[in-house]
């Protein structure tokens, strides 16, 4: 908490927006007092008092979190066949209802870490930022729109087994490690957001709460895989829409909407550059990610296509009126921690820290269900069929064995600092590749080679990327992401003209290989 209150007071310096006001955590032992020193004097100081009723508070959150879990897996049904454990249809074999599907894949999207990345940007680039980042939620209808083609035009029941079909078993393993690796890191990059919100990064209160977080989440998706999945996702919305709303109405009226839209500049060193990475990587960024793809694959194909679309749209618009919460920071100066919204959160008392806590935790909850469900999915059904075993009698009880694994493994890296696996994260560049082989995929048959040349194409850039290996030339402006729009929009071009390369090596005229429907 030392390190934070230093922090406050380099960022506010004389621009405290009130007096007297107190600034917490539910964890602490001290509540922050802001107090003026003396009458007449420009300045502020901030003092650390003790406060019993913290201790109140802090009992309240963790009671919070416990209550969140026992009430999910009181509402979460009963799945214990594949149809719903794996597909998340009812007992009577049917998938979820369009609404069902729109409002899961729309709250199963905005994870905890995403909606701080929002609040972040929009600090750091005003309008601009928050725009940027919300733009990547224009990836669910691009997903859908292909989805629908892939289902209706090349009889696909799944990507792996898509891939499988169209570029041999090889590529479908590729594409199931990269996906695996995502999933792995979605575990702990959202019980760390969870964490944060009750202590300092690697402190027992940090710990303690993402893993009682995980342990809560892993309970309820235990008893029914992806139906338990789809239908808490729809309570969760709810209450992320809800206290959203709350956020909002609390932090917003500080400011008119003039100033708060207008903050920031529409050039490329402005944010304009992120911008245009964002539009470049949602034609690739959605087909790595089994929580929405899976469930592209549940219902019928028009109602998916309708609930994709209006999920996009919702997920857009609720990112971009988060990242505002980053737009009042900036405008009050808080821009330089990594957690906007805490920061912003401890301003707010307990009213506004309990609705920002309620707004992490359902939107985390929703990811991680999510995650665990496509986990297990890949391990018991998709990896047995890639090795071309028959299908495991026992599938619902070895997806059930792979959550337990993955939420013990995969809070390693928060419980060693998050830091450690920035090199093997699969980053939207890495998957860049994954364009062209799912949108062009109507123009050739059985091409395995197109695969490879396009994903690894994709992957080398993104690892050369990601270690500064980049040449300068590349770079589209001079702003910060300069080099990362220049990989993406010259690696793009390389990938496609790598997937049809090997059509044009043997001479043949490029023609749709869809079929009929």
């Known amino acids: 908490m030392d390190s934070w209150i230093r922090g406050f007071v380099a960022r506010h310096g004389k621009k405290i927006p009130r007096l ?33 009723m913290n201790e109140l508070h802090g009992l309240f959150f963790w009671g919070f979190l416990l209550l969140f879990g026992a009430v999910m897996y009181l ?47 929009g600090a750091a680039y005003g309008i601009v930022g928050g725009l940027a980042y919300a733009t990547y939620w224009l990836s669910i209808p691009v997903a859908g729109v292909v989805i629908y083609r892939l289902r209706t035009r090349e009889g696909a029941t799944g990507l792996v087994s898509f891939l499988v079909g169209k570029y041999g078993r090889g590529a479908a393993l590729a594409f199931s490690v990269a996906i695996l690796v995502r999933l792995f890191n979605e575990v702990w990059s959202n019980t760390a957001v969870v964490g944060g919100y009750y202590g300092e990064s690697g402190t027992a209160a940090f710990i303690g709460a993402a893993l009682l977080f995980t342990a809560v989440v892993l309970f309820y998706s235990l008893k029914g895989g992806l139906r338990s999945s789809i239908f808490t996702d729809v309570v969760q919305a709810v209450v992320f829409l809800l206290f959203l709303g709350v956020v909002v109405a609390v932090v917003l009226p500080a400011h008119s909407p003039t100033q708060l839209l207008s903050e920031g500049r529409f050039t490329l060193a402005g944010g304009v550059d992120l911008l245009l990475v964002a539009l470049l990587q949602v034609f690739s960024y959605p087909f790595h990610d089994p929580v929405l793809t899976d469930r592209g694959f549940i219902s019928r194909e028009k109602s998916m296509l309708r609930a994709f679309i209006v999920a996009g749209v919702l997920g857009f618009l609720g990112i971009l009126a988060f990242s505002l919460v980053g737009v009042h920071a900036r ?10 919204p805490a920061d912003v959160a401890r301003g707010l008392g307990f009213a506004g820290f309990f609705a920002m806590i309620a707004v992490m935790i359902s939107s985390a909850a929703s990811t991680l269900d999510s995650t665990f469900s496509s986990l297990s999915k890949s391990v018991a059904q998709e990896l047995p069929m890639l090795a071309g075993r028959e299908p495991l009698p026992r599938a619902v009880r070895i997806g059930a064995l792979t959550m337990v694994v993955f939420a013990l493994l995969g809070n390693l890296p928060m419980l060693a600092g998050t830091d450690i696996l920035k090199a093997t994260t699969i980053s939207g560049t890495m998957v860049i590749g994954l364009a062209p082989i799912f949108l062009f ?31 300068p030339s590349w770079a589209i402006g001079d702003g910060k992401y300069a080099i990362l729009l220049g990989t993406n929009l010259y690696g793009l071009a390389l990938c496609s003209v790598a997937f049809f390369l090997p059509l044009l090596m043997s001479g043949k005229r490029l023609r749709s290989c869809e079929t009929p429907a």
């Open 20 to 52: 007297d006001c107190k600034l917490w955590s539910p964890c602490d032992d001290h509540s922050i007092v802001i107090r003026k020193n003396h009458p007449g004097t420009p300045f502020y100081s901030l003092q650390c008092e003790n406060h019993k």
């Open 441 to 471: 995929s109507r123009w050739v048959g059985y091409s395995p080679l197109s695969f490879h040349l396009a994903f690894w194409s994709g992957m080398l850039l993104g690892i050369l990327q990601a270690i500064h290996l980049i040449p």
């Open 331 to 340: 405008l009050e100066g808080i821009t330089s921690g990594s957690n906007i």
């Open 75 to 121: 509402i979460s049904p009963r799945s214990s066949d594949d149809a719903g454990f794996f597909r998340g249809h009812d007992a009577q074999g049917r998938g979820p209802s369009e609404w069902a599907l729109m409002m899961s894949v729309f709250i199963s999207w905005i994870f905890a870490k995403s909606v701080t990345n929002a609040a972040n940007l």
